[in-house]
């Protein structure tokens, strides 16, 4: 028997921070929202791969962790009531007419008159390190994201890569680790300088920080899941033993926007071309919000998306409801709809 089909307003693609504001911005204008997303839990990476990472450029919060920024945004757009179809994601489009039914990998079938893609950069999964045996280790050992940082606390970890996330880390667990061993190519990190320059401090004579230049992994020491030691080559073939218990790798996301890639809409280098003032993109009635989307002089910001998100709100009203006409206030005036 096939699903039921879901009715609403507006179907949002993607769980994250921007989609799950876009639910906020369609529920001001009175605009039902149904949200799908492949991760089985609404958060988009923030709570997939950095829930405890620290967030500097969000208005009115001096510093917010990832995962709690997920969950101030799901309060935000609880009055208004999006049904979530988590742990899914879209496999197929089609228009209708009145709009567009989207069909997903549970066989849910979802009618609406707008579409909202909020996908971030599409699907998503570490770059992992090409070591023999490391899916042994994955999950309890050897990690691609940090949920916990208790789990590391008195711990010997090894941070590979030259990025954010790394230095990032290194500062973080620096703090409760028994030992942190950086482990990058060359010499010169891709991060913020400031975070390097703090890095370093803590790599003197006496700090429990070590960085480790120029190496790459190569192999992995232990058993059962356990790591005991991650060996390192440098291009010259000199090798070293660091004992450890916990690796994280931080070398990318392997991305790609999936079935998306194929519903017909104008692309740039795997990114949705819209229209910068509405955020629409080359099909009617599809938008897309965030960092899935291009155009000229884009900002890959959260604050971005959440402005995209507003906008395209406002683009999506007379598909949703013609001929009324809207009658924009702050919300500060407005307050929430059927608030008391």
Known sequence: MPAAIHNTDVAIIGAGPVGLFAVFELGMLKMRSHVID????AGGQCVALYPEKPIYDIPGYPEIMAGE???????????????YHLGQRVEAVSRRKNGWRLETSTGARIDCRAVVIAAGSGAFGPNRPPLPGIEAYEGQS?????SRRETFRGKRVAIAGGGDSAVDWTLSLAELAERVYVIHRRAKFRAAPESVAQMERLAGPRGKVEIVVPYQLHGLEGGHGRLEAVVVRT???EERRLPADHLLAFFGLSMNLGP???WGLDLDHHHIVVDPATCQTSQPGIFAVGDVSSYPGKLKLILSGFSEAAMAAHAIHPLVHPGEALHWE??????????K
């Not at 702050?330 to 608030?339: D, E, I, R, V």
């Open 69 to 83: 920024l997920a969950a101030r945004l799901q309060r935000q757009a609880a009055p208004f009531e999006p049904v």
């Open 260 to 262: 998306i890639a194929h």
């Open 330 to 339: 702050y919300s500060t005036t407005k307050g929430l709809p059927g608030a």
């Open 142 to 146: 050897v990690h691609y994201m940090v």
């Open 38 to 41: 492949s991760l089985d839990a």
């Open 235 to 237: 291009l010259d073939g």
